[in-house]
């Protein structure tokens, strides 16, 4: 089984900065695809960011391609998404999770979530 724990989630101004990270127990991740989700209110689950095991291949989500970037240490196990230039619309839980298979933008392909941390951003 693999454990996700997200944090770095708060309250920040339009405009603003945050840092998501994504902390993995129970597996090794350093050879499956990592993903960042997040979902509004009402909304449904969305792809936000991908990484391949490398961490040379990244793949965004159009909204936030050029202000929001993925990246992993397999060493820490960890996962980041670094967030800047936010917006009010960034607003939703993110999500980290874990694809054992291969990469995917569809929240159905990943196999393990973590709990979610609330990202909100005011104008």
């Known amino acids: 089984q693999v454990q996700l724990v997200e944090s770095g989630g708060g309250l920040v101004q339009t405009g603003g900065s945050l840092r998501l990270s994504c902390a993995a127990s129970?597996?090794?991740?350093?050879?499956?695809?990592m993903g960042w989700f997040r979902q509004a209110p009402e909304k449904e689950r969305e792809f936000v960011a991908s990484?391949?095991?490398?961490?040379?291949?990244?793949y965004y989500a159009d909204s936030v391609k050029g202000r929001f970037t993925i990246s992993r240490d397999n060493a820490k196990n960890t996962v980041y998404l670094q967030m800047n230039s936010l917006k009010a619309e960034d607003t939703a839980v993110y999500y980290c999770?874990?694809?054992?298979?291969?990469?995917?933008?569809?929240?159905?392909?990943?196999?393990?979530w973590g709990q979610g941390t609330q990202v909100t951003v005011s104008s």
């Open positions: 999770a874990l694809n054992v298979d291969g990469d995917s933008r569809h929240a159905s392909a990943y196999d393990y």
């Open positions: 129970g597996r090794t991740i350093s050879w499956y695809y």
């Open positions: 990484i391949k095991w490398s961490g040379i291949n990244k």
